[in-house]
């Protein structure tokens, strides 16, 4: 087995790993970031995960620093409009952007800083000594290697690493154990937007749009809707699986959107056999739904499914029991919290586990949330930080934890925290607060004073 040794090893490239690997090396840490598949991004880049919301909190921008920089690179590039009105009105912004570039940019950032990738590697086990974890290994096109840090980063999304290491976690919600839903993705081409921006000015009344008055000035284009449609399309038996809007976002492709309508329910996608079922039933309900689109809604008539991703989605699985458990209750509160590391602005998103319809709460108009630092680190390893939607929060506040901009800024954090906890030679939990929130305003993220 090949035995190599870093500062920080982020297991985990999706978003919030990437981030976080950017964020380490940048710091002068020896920084590795393990991928299963052959990029960076994650689910936002190779399963029709977008737009991204929100990097935003009513007109304040709460989300800045490393994944807002990404933005700004993106529009350099011709790829992403950068941060625009969401024309449903559910969220603060959208923000649009072309998956390919993504890849691309974030691969490139991390270089830059310095930083190193291994990509089709997946993580199989790891050793533990002494509340410390030594090594992780992986599977590869090589074999076996097992790979030593001073620091790990578990940025797997189901806590795959911190599971392993034996620290505990819950799973869904307290009612009965079960998790949000999984949605397969698809991104439908050949659409006439023009077309669908009619009916829906004429037809105001079978949409949730909560204002109008931009909707003729917005870039691009979010719907949910088409109630009617979609009802007549059940009543004749043309749409089986349990579904109350059609759901559905502009791409920055022309003519391109992402669709967000599948359901799967009562899978538990940290099971290899249940996971099947549900990439197997994902792919049954995207058919389904292209069908459904080009014989009922205007402007699809033509359309095209171009793809689905090479995974389903997945909202919700594991939750490390960390050093502090962040509540729903906390955040609509709007508590600035001592160890704030991040903020976000996005409503309780809760797509309910037995199918029903959403169960959607907002934060007041115009307000944030303080995300704290100790949701990311444990009592039961010294050197492990947990990030992505996998942190410590009850299953009312990991929905809207679990979203793309707070699981960038949560990668961030958590990245500039390993890079300060190898440096110093401490626990990661035991890292100087005050100095990593110093790195990270350095870095342009968006913190203020706290309250708690």
Known sequence: MLKEKYDVIIVGGGVAGSIAAIASARAGAKTLVVERYGFMGGMLTMAGVGPM???????????????????????????????????????????PFDAEAMKYVLEHKHIEAGGEMLYHSFFTDCKVEDRNLKSVQFWTKSGLIELEADVFVDATGDADLSVKAGVPYEYGRKLDGLAQPMTMKARIGNVDIDKVRKYMKDNPEDFFTKDWSYFDETPKLSVSGFYSKLKEAK????????????????????????????????????????????????REQIRQSVDFLKKYIPGFEQCCLVSTGPQIGVRETRRINGVYTLKAEEMIDN?????????????????????????????????????????????????????????????????????????????????????????SNKAARDVDIQELRRILLSQNAFLTPFNK
């Open 53 to 95: 919301m929100t990097f935003h909190a009513g007109d304040t921008q709460v989300v800045k620093g490393i994944p807002d920089e990404i933005i700004e690179t993106l529009k350099t590039l011709g790829a992403s409009p950068g941060h625009i009105k969401d024309t449903i009105g559910y969220a603060s912004s959208l923000t």
């Open 235 to 282: 009543e004749k038996g043309d749409l089986t699986y349990p579904r109350e809007t059609v759901l559905f976002f502009e791409n920055n492709n022309p003519g391109e959107v992402i669709l967000n309508m599948s359901r799967i329910i009562k899978l538990n996608a940290t099971d290899s056999y249940e996971l099947t079922k549900g990439e197997i039933q994902g």
């Open 335 to 423: 508590v600035m919290f001592h160890d704030a590391i991040a903020m976000g602005g996005y409503p309780f998103d809760i797509h309910s586990p037995d199918g029903s319809s959403n169960n959607d709460k907002f934060l007041r108009s115009g307000t944030y949330y303080s995300i704290p630092y100790r949701i990311m680190v444990n009592n039961e390893v010294d050197n492990l930080i947990t990030t992505g939607r996998c942190v410590s929060a009850a299953h009312e506040a990991a929905s809207s934890l679990r979203v793309t901009p707070i699981a960038m800024a949560l990668g961030h954090a958590a990245g500039a925290a390993a890079a300060l906890a190898s440096k």
